[in-house]
């Protein structure tokens, strides 16, 4: 369904993957886990399979349909229903539109147009069936409710969802287009992160469906749990080599196998190491006559040619270094939103909302998918203004660092320097090197266009221009999303000792933990409460 040939994958000077030959396949039944360190190539491979760009070197050739889910899913007709979007996976809305048009045509007086009317519908209708067009809206609402999509969004526009409803669209979208009602599925699944935003309910519903899939899937996720129940396959992208080891067999299986494969490439090396030094020492001593220099130059070349042999072996992943600001000196109640609104046309997100944000309080706003935490976040930051007479009151010496969950505060086309010099204009430039290197961008990563950045790669990107502002109000709209672990837990450590105020919109219990909240915020109500264990349970199962 998928094959590379001599695939190589890069991004500037930087190779992240070179796989030789037919190396990476992917057939039917084949459930893959995509896995690798943050910035290994996982999402620039994935879209290259996805056909979405070319790569550097070799081919890929694909065969059946693909359905693919990248990590920001900006993309379509915003003024489209969520219904159509998710039935436009099989043309299904364009189909329903002619035969309204041409129902329309059928009641006119004109004998001709009519019966050419009828016959246009006739066949549209006959199409429509074929395709399953008849039991389609009660297959899609099916599929949206399982991913948390009420039936009364269904019919409104893209533009009027929330960030994580229009990603649990784009998946449903997906999802019914593989799930055709025609049977045996032959359509490939590229998922980056299929997870996010997705509630508890919702990972077990997408479980059971991908483990039903018997088409081909290759998946990125973070999710352990979902990697372990849905994959039988394992590429793991080793960022050290820039190659793909395949593992036959399940996640946690991969997981041992993956540790015997390193602890054999350490003995290997080791084993090399001596005997090429022995080589060495060897042709020093035949080196110092002249009768033997020949034997000496051949000895040093047997010693480069063992160790050019062996594979690298991995050293430890690096991690960032991951802070956050030492908070400016600001008032008692730096930031005060009154009466804050957001309508959609006539839908009501939201209505007056108080709340006040007061020097180093933290604050967890909680709510369903779609009660407008998102929103909340956006008008505290100002990148999005209340509707009514409601608005926000700044406190001496505000500071707003804003940390957006689609990393809307990334311009894309610009490069990681400019971005980063954009973000903290008054920022010496040698202290900015320091913070990205930090954060672990150097060298060629600084001339990258941001678009081309990892979920994870986005997210550091993200954190590091937030260190600079010396903020003393952090609005966190889902930080830890796309992390590898390693790197989340720095985003926690850093949380606990943060001493700025804190408003974060998150799913992940341990930031939640790592904040340790005073306060709450629900949504849509606004309604606010002190903190006690009993939420906790609200965000476990959310």
């Not at 299904?92 to 147009?113: G, N, P, Y």
């Amino acid at each position: 369904m998928i094959v590379t040939q001599d695939l190589e994958v890069r991004v500037g000077a930087r190779t992240l993957l070179h796989a030789p030959g037919q190396h990476l396949r992917v057939q039917p039944g084949d459930r893959i886990g995509l896995v690798g360190r943050n910035g290994a190539g996982k999402t620039t491979t994935m879209r290259i399979l996805s056909g979405e760009t070319e790569p550097y070197g070799g081919s890929v050739t694909r065969s059946g349909d693909i359905g693919y889910l990248p990590q920001d899913s900006k993309e379509g007709d915003i003024e489209q229903t969520a219904r159509d979007r998710v039935l436009s996976a099989r043309g299904l809305d364009e189909i329903r539109r002619s035969m309204e048009k041409q129902q329309v045509l059928m009641e006119s007086e004109d004998a001709a147009e009519r019966d050419k009317a009828i016959s246009r519908y006739s066949r549209l209708e006959e199409r429509f069936s074929a395709l399953g067009g008849y039991e389609a809206d009660a297959e899609a609402a099916q599929i949206c409710d399982n991913l948390g999509l009420p039936a009364r969004i269904l019919d409104q526009p893209l533009h009027t969802l929330s960030g994580g409803q229009r990603r649990r669209v784009e998946l449903a979208q997906i999802l019914f287009a593989a799930n055709n009602g025609s049977g045996k599925s032959t359509t490939t699944l590229l998922l980056d992160e299929p997870t996010n935003h997705l509630d508890a309910d919702s990972i077990s519903w997408l479980r059971a469906f991908l483990s039903k899939h018997e088409g081909g899937l290759i998946m990125i996720s973070h999710d352990v749990e979902l990697l372990n129940d849905v994959c039988n396959k394992v590429w793991f992208l080793d960022a050290v080599r820039a190659e793909a080891d395949v593992y036959n067999m399940g996640f946690s299986k991969y997981k041992d196998a993956r540790a015997l494969d390193e602890a054999r490439r350490r003995r290997e090396r080791a084993n090399a190491e001596k005997k090429a030094s022995a080589l060495h020492k060897q042709a020093a001593k035949l080196g110092a006559k002249a009768t033997k220099a020949a034997a000496a130059k051949q000895m040093l070349a047997r010693a480069e040619r063992l160790m050019g042999s062996l594979d690298s072996v991995r050293v430890a992943d690096k991690v960032a270094a991951i802070s956050f600001p030492e908070p400016a000196p600001c008032g008692k109640t730096p930031l005060h939103g009154k009466g804050l609104t957001k309508m959609y046309g006539s839908l009501e997100v939201f209505a007056g909302v108080d709340l006040a944000i007061d020097k180093g309080s933290r604050v967890v706003v909680l709510g369903t998918n779609g009660a407008g935490k998102t929103t909340l976040l956006k008008l505290l930051a100002g990148v999005e203004r209340t509707d009514g007479e409601g608005g926000l009151v700044t406190g001496h010496g505000l500071r707003i660092g804003y940390f957006a969950q689609e990393h809307d505060t990334i311009d894309g086309s610009k490069s990681v320097w400019e971005n980063t010099i954009n973000a903290c204009p008054d920022a010496g430039q040698q202290d900015l090197r320091g913070l990205l290197g930090a954060f672990m961008f150097s060298g060629d990563k600084l001339d990258q266009p941001a678009g081309t950045l990892s979920g994870g790669e986005k997210t550091r990107l993200a954190l590091a221009t937030l260190v600079s502002s010396r903020a003393n109000v952090l609005l966190l709209d889902e930080p830890t999303n796309n992390l590898d672990p390693q790197s989340r837990e720095q985003v926690l450590d850093a949380l606990k000792t943060y001493t700025g105020a804190v408003v974060l919109v998150t799913h992940d219990p341990g930031a939640v933990r790592a904040l340790e909240p005073e306060r709450v915020i629900i949504m849509p109500e606004g309604d606010e409460d002190m903190w006690s264990d009993e939420y906790m349970e609200i965000v476990e199962l959310a």
